[in-house]
Structures are given as structure tokens and as C-alpha cells.
């Protein structure tokens, strides 16, 4: 009897021990995420001010503020087609205070774009926590062009080469590399007027300085609603549901021609899992509040997924599309 005692009595003193221990390693992270957010957590939109990363970006931190508590600040960072604040961000300490609300290019499109490619590894830096919007992209022109259509643009550019130049929001940008799919699949020659965001450039279109851009949709949708720029076409696989009647690319002869773009939110490569559990959790109920779907909507956006496998797949899948891209393109920037 007292040798099974002792058996038993030594069994409950190492599960006490195993459990001190497991509570001992466990502990810190739950803490830590219990009183997440300690500080204003910084949302680094890595471009330009007024565009789509502008627009859906704040309106997901307003959302993350209300559901997590705290204050959740989109700060631009803009530069080199991203990688600037993508970079700042990777460097940051991974402790859930700083993150990137980045499309493709600063997550590897940049370093197959660039010639001396960004300062970090976009492969190992960052860690999604959610694909937070999809987007449409339209591609609008001037009033002032004589053209109403793609295939009245295709022969314009052909008849007059050299003569029509496309805007875009930056070198690498999702705008940028559309055109220059657009230039490759109808064998045109268009000049690329790269902007320092879609502020400046969209005001240059308006003004006729240069003659068609490749916009998303939300930033590009009030000026056509008030016909101050003409949408000539959508560019992804079907048609956008703000724009109904405008067909896309591919309906108007260059078959195959599929472009969009879509913003995740990513944090540091090393931020604790409870935190990501966390920022996941709450970034999942902001994409199926009513509120984020009728304000995506109405921009001609759609949510999402905060699924980790669903948002990495995806990710991985689109910056490998747009590096093909430029592989075909023949686009670089020294």
C-alpha cells in the first residue's frame, strides 16, 4: 500500500510540475494578448494619401478600434512602389503595433520589378492576418480622347504611337502592371507617366495631361458617376457590379485579359500567436459586419477572408500572377 502511495503521490507531483511549467510558458502570451492593445496600434499604408488603400484601409481600422478597443491609425509611408513602408514594417518590433495594409507589389511583385530589389525577404517578413478587400479595376480616360471604346484606343494607339501615355498610382503598382499587360496584349506603344499616388494622377487625367489610367474602381468611381473621366472598360474576368454596363477588356477583343487587385493586412513575421489570433478574430467580424460589406459595396469592392490557409494561398497566388506579368511585360525599374 504505501509503495502504490508513493506511486501515486509521485504521478500528482509531476503532472503539478508539467502543469506549472506548461501554465509558466503559456501565461506570458495570453497575457499579453488579454491587454493587446497596449499603445495605438499603426496601420502602414504604404502609398500614397486618397487612394483605395486610403479608403479601405481606415475604413478597417475605425472597425478593429470598435471591436478590439484602442486606437488603430492608417499612416502613409509612401515610396519605391511600397517596399518603403513594406520595409518600416518589417523592421518593426513584432509585438502587433505596427502593421502593413499592402497589396502585391511590397509582397513580392517589387523584388522580381526592380532591379535592386527591396531590403527585406517578403517571403519570410510577414505574416498575414487577413485579405481584407478585393477590387475592381477599370480603365478610364480622358474626356478629351478620341475614343469610346478598347478597340477605338487599340487603333488610336496605333495609328499615333508613342502619342498616348497611361497614368498610374506608382512603379509596381497594380495600375502600373495592367497598362503594361494591356500594352503586351494589344501590341501598342503607350508611355507609363507613374505618379506619386492616384491623387496627383487622377487630377492630370481629369485635366487631359495624359490620355488613360488603370484605376481601382474606388477611387476612380465618383468621377465616373459625375462623367468627369469616361470608363472605357473593366479589366478583371467579369464585369464590376457598380458598373454594370461597362464591359470589360476582355468582351472588347483582348480575350483573356484579367486584372484586379485586392489589400491584405499583414503583421511582422514573429508576432505572438495570441495576438494574430486576436487581430484575426477581430478583422473576421469587421469583413461580415453589414457595415464594411455596404461601404465595400458602394465602392465597388467586395470583403475578404481572415482565414490564415485561405488569405496565405491567395497572397502566394497573386504575387506569383503579377510577377508572371511583369516576366512577360518586360517591365523593370532600375
Same mark, same amino acid.
Given at each position: 500500500?504505501?509503495?502504490?502511495?508513493?506511486?501515486?503521490?509521485?504521478?500528482? /507531483?509531476?503532472?503539478?510540475? /508539467?502543469?506549472?511549467?506548461?501554465?509558466?510558458? #503559456?501565461?506570458?502570451?495570453?497575457?499579453? #494578448?488579454?491587454?493587446?492593445?497596449?499603445?495605438?496600434?499603426?496601420?502602414?499604408?504604404?502609398?500614397?494619401?486618397? &487612394?483605395?488603400?486610403?479608403?479601405?484601409?481606415?475604413?478597417?481600422?475605425?472597425?478593429?478600434?470598435? $471591436?478590439?478597443?484602442?486606437?488603430? $491609425? %492608417?499612416?502613409?509611408?509612401?515610396?519605391?512602389?511600397?517596399? $518603403?513602408?513594406?520595409?518600416?514594417?518589417?523592421?518593426?518590433?513584432? @509585438?502587433?503595433?505596427?502593421?502593413?495594409?499592402?497589396?502585391?507589389?511590397?509582397?513580392?511583385? *517589387?523584388h522580381k520589378l526592380f532591379a535592386r530589389p527591396p531590403a527585406y525577404d517578403p517571403d519570410t517578413a510577414f505574416t498575414p492576418i487577413a485579405v481584407v478587400v478585393l477590387t475592381p479595376?477599370?480603365?478610364?480616360?480622358?474626356?478629351?480622347?478620341?475614343? *469610346?471604346? %478598347?478597340?477605338?484606343?487599340?487603333?488610336?494607339?496605333?495609328?499615333?504611337p508613342g502619342t498616348v501615355n497611361f497614368g498610374s498610382a506608382g512603379i509596381g503598382s497594380a495600375p502600373h502592371l495592367s497598362g503594361e499587360m494591356f500594352k503586351s496584349m494589344a501590341? $501598342?506603344?503607350?508611355?507609363?507617366?507613374?505618379?506619386? &499616388?492616384?491623387?496627383?494622377?487622377?487630377?492630370?487625367? %481629369?485635366?487631359?495631361?495624359?490620355?488613360?489610367?488603370?484605376?481601382?474602381?474606388?477611387?476612380?468611381?465618383?468621377?465616373?458617376?459625375? *462623367?468627369?473621366?469616361?470608363?472605357?472598360?473593366?479589366?478583371? +474576368?467579369?464585369?464590376?457590379?457598380?458598373?454594370?454596363? %461597362?464591359?470589360?477588356?476582355?468582351?472588347?477583343?483582348?480575350?483573356?485579359? @484579367?486584372? /484586379?487587385?485586392?489589400?491584405?493586412?499583414? #503583421?511582422?513575421?514573429?508576432?505572438?500567436?495570441?495576438?494574430?489570433?486576436?487581430?484575426?478574430?477581430?478583422?473576421?467580424? +469587421?469583413?461580415?459586419?453589414?457595415?464594411?460589406?455596404?461601404?465595400?459595396?458602394?465602392?465597388?469592392?467586395?470583403? &475578404?477572408?481572415?482565414?490564415?490557409?485561405?488569405a496565405r494561398a491567395f497572397i502566394k497566388s497573386e504575387v506569383d500572377k503579377w510577377a508572371e506579368v511583369v516576366r512577360i511585360s518586360g517591365a523593370k525599374v532600375d
Amino acid at each position: 500500500m504505501h509503495d502504490l502511495n508513493r506511486i501515486f503521490l509521485g504521478r500528482v /507531483s509531476l503532472s503539478a510540475v /508539467s502543469l506549472i511549467a506548461w501554465t509558466g510558458l #503559456a501565461a506570458p502570451g495570453d497575457a499579453f #494578448a488579454q491587454k493587446y492593445p497596449e499603445r495605438e496600434v499603426r496601420i502602414i499604408n504604404p502609398y500614397a494619401p486618397g &487612394g483605395s488603400a486610403d479608403i479601405t484601409g481606415r475604413l478597417l481600422a475605425q472597425k478593429m478600434a470598435e $471591436i478590439i478597443g484602442g486606437q488603430f $491609425i %492608417v499612416e502613409n509611408r509612401a515610396g519605391a512602389g511600397g517596399s $518603403i513602408g513594406a520595409e518600416a514594417v518589417a523592421k518593426a518590433s513584432p @509585438d502587433g503595433h505596427t502593421l502593413l495594409y499592402s497589396a502585391a507589389g511590397p509582397l513580392g511583385v *517589387n523584388h522580381k520589378l526592380f532591379a535592386r530589389p527591396p531590403a527585406y525577404d517578403p517571403d519570410t517578413a510577414f505574416t498575414p492576418i487577413a485579405v481584407v478587400v478585393l477590387t475592381p479595376i477599370v480603365l478610364a480616360a480622358t474626356q478629351k480622347l478620341p475614343a *469610346n471604346n %478598347v478597340k477605338e484606343l487599340i487603333e488610336l494607339a496605333r495609328k499615333q504611337p508613342g502619342t498616348v501615355n497611361f497614368g498610374s498610382a506608382g512603379i509596381g503598382s497594380a495600375p502600373h502592371l495592367s497598362g503594361e499587360m494591356f500594352k503586351s496584349m494589344a501590341k $501598342i506603344d503607350i508611355a507609363h507617366v507613374p505618379y506619386k &499616388g492616384t491623387g496627383p494622377a487622377m487630377a492630370d487625367l %481629369v485635366g487631359g495631361h495624359i490620355q488613360i489610367m488603370f484605376d481601382l474602381l474606388p477611387a476612380a468611381i465618383q468621377q465616373i458617376r459625375t *462623367n468627369t473621366i469616361r470608363a472605357l472598360a473593366t479589366a478583371g +474576368a467579369k464585369r464590376a457590379a457598380a458598373l454594370p454596363d %461597362v464591359p470589360t477588356v476582355s468582351e472588347q477583343g483582348l480575350t483573356g485579359f @484579367d486584372t /484586379s487587385t485586392w489589400f491584405a493586412l499583414m #503583421a511582422p513575421a514573429g508576432t505572438p500567436e495570441p495576438i494574430l489570433a486576436r487581430l484575426r478574430s477581430a478583422a473576421a467580424q +469587421a469583413l461580415k459586419s453589414d457595415e464594411i460589406i455596404k461601404r465595400f459595396a458602394d465602392l465597388g469592392s467586395e470583403p &475578404g477572408t481572415a482565414d490564415e490557409k485561405e488569405a496565405r494561398a491567395f497572397i502566394k497566388s497573386e504575387v506569383d500572377k503579377w510577377a508572371e506579368v511583369v516576366r512577360i511585360s518586360g517591365a523593370k525599374v532600375d
